[in-house]
């Protein structure tokens, strides 16, 4: 067994599991959406209206990140509470990286969050485990708090690979990061099917809870997340019936009334 899965297995599986949060996060990954920087502006106000009363959730807005800067404009005003995260980092702080971001440049945008490891960014634009690890370790050194997204394919599902395939995932995330960073860092895990993303066809919340169980095992206190075609229908099975920390949104979270109603079936 390799030091750096010893040592995580050690860190998270003998402490005793207090992350009783009172809080929900519910992330919303807008990928590149919406279109024109006047529509995320309406989209972005009808959410902050929405869901300015409710309670026990911490609403997260993941928008491109040139809509960054305007929309946190936009959030200014009294016990206002929606925060940023960018939908990814590059893991160098500056330098020659043609259309790279980096943590410290979201970090100063006024992003609290980032996620990372989304199977898009696995998929499309050849991330590999190895570059997620570096991005991690970067985000973290920064102080943003990652989201670090793992899932198994439809394949590696039906032959029986998942627990697999998450748990590897799940520590060369982590590989070799220094202690100091995980153990004062608050990333949180989402736990996304890439089979249910897009597709509506969601995992069942039951199915999902033990995925749930198997990663606490190593998971003892953050957050972890359920996403893949989460709707106003089945969010709030995933918080109650599943036992998830939250949920990470994304086609539902480009209409303003579905988020809402997200947003309000998990909150109070
Ligand atoms: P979805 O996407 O809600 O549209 O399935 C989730 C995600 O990709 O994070």
């Known amino acids: 067994m390799p030091r750096y899965y010893k040592f995580f297995e050690f860190e998270y599986g003998v402490k005793k599991c207090n992350f009783l949060m009172n809080k929900s996060l519910i992330v919303a990954n807008w990928k590149m959406n919406p279109a024109t920087l006047k529509e995320s502006k309406r989209l972005f106000n009808s959410v902050k209206e929405g869901i300015k009363n409710v309670k026990n959730t911490e609403v997260v807005i993941c928008p491109p990140f040139i809509y960054l800067p305007v929309l946190k404009s936009e959030a200014k005003g009294p016990s206002f509470a929606i925060s940023f995260g960018g939908q990814s980092c590059f893991w160098e702080e500056k330098g020659a990286f043609t259309g790279e971001v980096s943590p410290t440049m979201l970090k100063g945008l006024g992003c609290q969050y980032v996620i990372l490891g989304h199977s898009e960014r696995r998929k499309y634009f050849q ?59 608050k990333f949180s895990i989402a736990y996304e099917p890439i089979w249910a993303i897009g597709t509506g066809n969601f995992c069942d919340p039951l199915k999902a809870k033990k995925i749930l169980l198997f990663l606490r095992k190593t998971i003892k206190k953050n957050p972890i997340l359920y996403g893949g075609s989460v709707n106003s229908q089945n969010a709030r099975d995933y918080i109650k019936v599943s036992g998830f920390q939250g949920l990470l949104v994304g086609g539902a979270s480009l209409d303003a009334k579905e988020f809402i109603k997200i947003v309000k079936s998990v909150g109070y």
Do not use: H, R, V
């Open 127 to 185: 991330e590999t485990d190895e570059m997620i690890n570096k991005k991690i370790k970067a985000a973290l050194k920064a102080k943003l708090k990652p989201i670090l997204c793992i899932g198994e394919t439809e394949s590696e599902k039906k032959s029986g690979k998942t627990l697999y395939i998450l748990k590897k995932q799940l520590t060369s995330a982590f590989k070799n990061t220094p202690k100091s960073l995980i153990l004062n860092s």
